[in-house]
């Protein structure tokens, strides 16, 4: 089943004549994704190999029944990107621009929550099923089909815990960024709850770092709602507090969103957390043994 | 992006919120005349992006401009908890009645703008929120409905302000409100906000951050950022436009993404050794990029050996291992390197290495085994 994105998804890319919209546009569909449509303003009628190109992302919806928005537009156009796609009424937005103002960001928030669509990002490398599909920028040869689900806040970790998981024959079910901004679409809970109700995921790797205080509420939701097992790991426990680590949500503000507190959160709801990727990958082995 | 106290009550002043008049001075010849011009009793601030000026004697009150000379001199070259005062703020001193604390967070936990009121101001606010947390009238907003002039009455009623000042401070929370998102902030802070002997509520200091990624909309922000930051490696980054931040170990590092970095800092923690920065190339670095990045490394002479670690999903491994060659070609730079190529390219990343790259250059396979190596350079260094 794989959760997100599978075979049924028909995809539309919002900004697919960019340099690197057009890239992974067809690195998607490359991968085996349904590519439907892409959206560029005043490029209505031209294709980019094959992919219609349309105005607006609901002449593409309309015209192509597209139920899933890839948003790959510079951040001082993406907001009306994100907001654009949600009222076209696709089931799914997946952004993948990073610096996006984070109170652009709240007022996205605020407006998904009140209905039933799906945002994952901004700032996120996307979504990848093994054999089924991806959105996104991820490199799709680090991945294998198997029945490990992953969830992170960081793309290059991602791929370097898959790595460590390939070479103990491991591979995922799906794989989802959630970003690395302070507000995301979506948080550790909502994925680890789809995870839970995937009946192709056996157990889920949590990948957090420092800042804010979603992997402590994951703890707590773990430990209340889920059968299936959870591994972990953090990063950040080298990093001074109040400097920004890179990602705007990577930050530790006084003494909170520290990996230490994230840590010992997750460990005493009795989830595993690794110190390195490679011991990651060694306790997902043992614990599916 | 943290504002000076200075800029954060321009700003204020700007949206309407009562500071007390006041000049910027960068010499105690400027602080006299700031303090002639604006007459009478005036306190002189050091501007340092740290608390706890007063206690380190950052902010004194002068009753004569030459007073104010003579202070300012004594402040400015101050090291306060590692910061440096290059500039002070002179204002005019206030008759206070009452100290209070108003501010507004981005509460990222809850998703809202944190609206925080207090009739005990003037003294840290997490000891007055732990040791009297009643004291502390907290209301979150919706941030699509917005900060009404009702929730500033709530506020102010259950903070227990004084009856004679709750006008001014119902009106400053919802001035302090509008500048929180004109100015698309992080944190807007008072405290203290004080109740004057004239029955005026002003603003007596002014802590602001704003968020990076809406620097594009607010020109004039971005540029108050140039004063800000003090380290030369971070300014070189800031300038070059790469992400850098400092630490005080030996082993430098670069690494593409965010949480890959993060994770090569604390490998290197555990294996003994102490990283002296983080270093985030980005997703599809280029060589040019690559070249940048190390010569901001490189200018830090305490850095002992370098561990490049990339896992290549958008970054080409041939492009870093081309940038390495660039960069040690033109800087002729001879402490021990360790590179670690993963993912995309990753044959002809380590074969262009092997080839050309000079013996100071060592491949590693993996991360562990890389950090592991680079901590051993550093220490045999």
């Known amino acids: ?289 | 992006m943290d504002l000076f106290e200075y800029q954060g009550k321009q700003l204020f002043a700007r949206h309407g919120i009562p500071v007390p008049s006041g000049e910027v001075a960068e010499t105690p010849e400027a602080a006299r005349s700031a303090a002639e011009r604006i007459g009478g009793k005036v306190v002189v601030k050091a501007q340092v992006q740290v608390g706890g000026r007063g206690k380190a004697g950052g902010i004194k009150l002068a009753d004569t401009p030459a007073e104010a000379e003579e202070h300012a001199r004594a402040i400015l070259g101050m090291d306060i908890k590692g910061h440096t005062v290059h500039t002070v703020w002179i204002e005019a001193a206030s008759a206070i009645v009452k100290e209070y604390y108003a501010s507004i967070t981005f509460d990222r936990g809850e998703k809202k703008p944190l609206v925080m009121l207090s009739a005990m101001g003037g003294v840290d606010i997490e000891e007055v929120a732990a040791s009297n947390p009643e004291a502390l009238a907290r209301l979150h907003v919706d941030p699509l409905t917005g900060f009404q002039a009702h929730h500033a009455r709530w506020l102010v009623s259950n903070a227990k302000i004084d009856v004679g000042a709750q006008k001014g401070v119902v009106a400053i929370l919802q001035q302090l409100y509008a500048a929180f998102i004109d100015l698309d902030a992080m944190l807007v802070e008072i405290n203290p906000l004080i109740w004057t002997e004239s029955g005026d509520v002003v603003a007596l200091d002014a802590k602001v951050t704003i968020d990076n990624n809406a620097l594009y909309r607010h020109s004039d922000l971005a540029e108050m950022q140039q004063s800000v930051t003090e380290d030369e490696q971070e300014r070189m980054a800031q300038e070059r436009g790469v992400t850098y931040v400092k630490l005080d170990g030996d082993v430098g590092i670069l690494g593409n993404g965010a949480g890959l970095v993060m994770s090569t800092l604390d490998v290197v923690a555990l294996a003994g050794g102490r990283p002296a920065n983080f270093l985030d190339a980005g997703g599809g670095s280029q060589a040019d990029e690559v070249v940048t990045a190390l010569e901001v490394l490189l200018s830090d002479t305490k850095v002992k050996s370098l561990l490049i670690n990339i896992f290549g999903g958008i970054t080409r491994c041939d492009e870093v291992a081309k940038g390495l060659l660039t960069a040690l070609d033109k800087m002729n730079a001879t402490l021990p390197i360790v590179v670690r190529l993963d993912g995309t390219n990753e044959e002809e990343g380590r074969k262009i290495i092997a080839e050309q790259a000079p013996d100071n250059v060592v491949v590693e396979q993996t991360m562990l085994s890389a950090a592991q190596r680079a901590v051993e350079l550093a220490k045999g260094a």
């Open chain 1, 1 to 289: 089943m794989a959760i997100l994105v599978d075979g049924n998804t028909k995809l539309v890319v919002q900004g697919i004549t960019g340099r690197e919209g057009t890239f992974h546009a067809l690195r998607n569909r490359a991968y085996g994704t349904n590519v439907v449509a892409g959206v560029t303003p005043g490029k209505a009628g031209q294709d980019v190999e094959g992919i219609p190109v349309f105005d607006t992302v609901r002449d593409a919806v309309e015209g192509t029944g597209a139920n899933t928005a890839m948003v790959f537009v510079p951040p001082r156009f993406a907001t009306d990107a994100i907001y654009e796609a949600l009222e076209s009424g696709v089931d799914l937005v997946v952004c993948i621009t990073e610096g996006i103002p984070a109170h652009d960001m709240l007022r996205i928030y605020t407006h998904l929550k009140r209905g039933d669509q799906t945002l994952i990002g901004p700032n996120c490398p996307g979504v990848i099923s093994p054999g089924k599909g991806t959105v996104g920028i991820m490199p799709t040869q680090v991945f294998n089909p198997g029945r490990v689900g992953l969830v992170s806040r960081s793309g290059t970790l991602t791929y370097q815990i898959s790595k460590e998981l390939a070479l103990l024959g491991i591979g995922q079910s799906t794989v989802v960024g959630i970003g690395g901004d302070p507000i995301v679409g979506s948080s550790f809970i909502d994925i680890l709850s789809r995870f839970e109700a995937d009946d192709e995921t056996d157990l889920v790797v949590m990948v957090g770092e420092i800042g804010g205080n979603e992997e402590e509420k994951a703890a707590e939701y773990i430990s209340q709602n889920m059968s299936t097992p959870v591994v972990s790991y953090i990063a950040g426990f080298q990093a001074p507090p109040g400097k920004q680590m890179g990602h705007a949500g990577a930050i530790i503000t006084g003494s909170s969103g520290t990996a230490q507190g994230k840590k010992e959160a997750l460990e005493a709801k009795g989830v595993r957390v690794g110190t390195n990727p490679t011991e990651v990958a060694e306790l997902v082995r043992d614990a599916l043994s």
